[in-house]
């Protein structure tokens, strides 16, 4: 008997479903992909630097010689002694084990602190915990602090601590450290450089005091944030009595191995990296400039880190705008205040007097192409004028 039920029809590529858009990560400023070798570094340490390193055992003085290479191969990378680093769970530790610390140690000296107006808010609320009167010094359009000014805010009272950032991670701008630095030393106040934007993709440089890094902004794993804080430098623990006075518990050897080989790693082709890197962050700004209606780009054009390029859209929702370039297939950042967890506007940004709203941060790390970058430009002005629209501003 024939069965009456007809075959379905074969399928077409006209039925399969829609692909999912190929994926490029943008969004690299504070979170890198792991670099292959902190993978590797991170494995060989679990499997041969698994033990607590405060141990006598074979198994902890074998992770102790793993920890003691990582510092060295660490200082090394920055101008210092290895007894100088210190590796803390991540760098936020870092840079409030900075500001407590030093505020602790030089307590008699005075309670009062200078920082840049766009430094991070791990910086700025540490030093409001520790009881300091924080001076925010103004910046230029650009982001950049002027050193003049600077100096003069040290001139006020006694000062406990200077802090200011190598580069801000947020438009990518680098700050004048060298003299800041200059001007700190004459007066004998420690400077704080947070170079958790900069180390493995510009050179730092000798110019400070304690310096904080973040080994993920650089491509190792999560789980290690440094502090090197130079010998002279007045840091009294804030926190209960432990073996480790920096960073109480101790550090992970596995995440210090890996994050000393990768930045060997990254060192080593950063030249390369600069340059790559560089032409397409200017071919980013060069064509949002040009492509997209009522946009700012932001921060330094020159006087910057290679890999960061940030801009703001006009009548954009910025959450909206990330999001709707999310499912186009490209992650990227914002510095904006449309998040889920801050209705206030970036401090950075507003620091600056530029637009604060519809901001799009775009990190590049070491693996994206010239192809990425291009696909992106040719969605953004599509996609903020779909956001535009969804926000009835479209005709403004």
Do not use: K
Request: negative net charge; proline residues 7%; contains cysteine.
């Amino acid at each position: 008997m024939t069965d009456p039920t007809p075959s379905p029809a074969p399928l077409t590529t006209a039925d399969a479903p829609a692909a999912a858009p190929a994926r490029a990560w943008l969004d690299a400023s504070g979170a890198a992909r792991v670099h292959p070798v902190a993978r590797r570094a991170f494995e060989q340490a679990l499997d041969d630097g698994w033990a607590d390193p405060r141990r006598l055992s074979t198994e902890g003085r074998r992770a102790r010689a793993l920890l003691d290479a990582a510092r060295e191969s660490l200082a090394a990378a920055v101008g210092a002694r290895t007894e100088e680093v210190h590796v803390g769970p991540s760098h936020t530790a870092a840079l409030h084990a900075a500001v407590l610390g030093t505020a602790a140690g030089r307590r008699r000296v005075g309670t009062r602190a200078v920082a840049s107006a766009v430094e991070r808010a791990a910086v700025l609320h540490a030093g409001e915990h520790a009881g300091l009167d924080v001076v925010r010094v103004p910046v230029a359009r650009t982001g950049a602090v002027d050193p003049d000014a600077f100096t003069a805010a040290l001139d006020d009272v006694p000062t406990a601590l200077a802090a200011l950032q190598h580069a801000n991670g947020e438009v990518g701008t680098l700050q004048p450290t060298d003299a800041v630095h200059a001007a700190t030393t004459a007066r004998g106040v420690p400077l704080l450089v947070d170079g958790g934007a900069s180390i493995g993709h510009v050179d730092v440089g000798p110019a400070w005091d304690l310096l904080a890094l973040d080994p993920r902004d650089w491509g190792s794993v999560p789980g290690a944030g440094l502090l090197v804080v130079r010998r002279g430098v007045r840091w009294r623990p804030v926190a209960p009595e432990d073996e480790d006075r920096w960073f109480p518990g101790g550090p992970s050897v596995p995440a210090a191995f890996a994050a000393a080989a990768s930045l060997e790693a990254v060192l080593a082709d950063r030249a390369e990296a600069d340059r790559r890197r560089r032409a397409l962050v200017d071919r980013v700004r060069a064509r949002v400039a040009a492509e997209v209606p009522d946009v700012e780009v932001v921060g330094d054009p020159d006087a910057r880190l290679p890999h960061v390029v940030t801009f703001s859209c006009l009548y954009v929702d910025g959450e909206a705008l990330v999001t709707e370039l999310d499912r186009a297939g490209f992650a990227v950042g914002s510095g904006s205040a449309c998040t889920s967890s801050s209705l206030e506007p970036s401090h950075v940004l507003a620091a600056m007097g530029v637009l604060t709203h519809g901001n799009v941060r775009l990190g590049l790390d070491r693996d994206v192409t010239a192809e990425d970058v291009d696909r992106f430009l040719a969605v953004l002005p599509g996609a903020v004028a779909r956001v535009r629209a969804m926000l009835g501003a479209q005709a403004l």
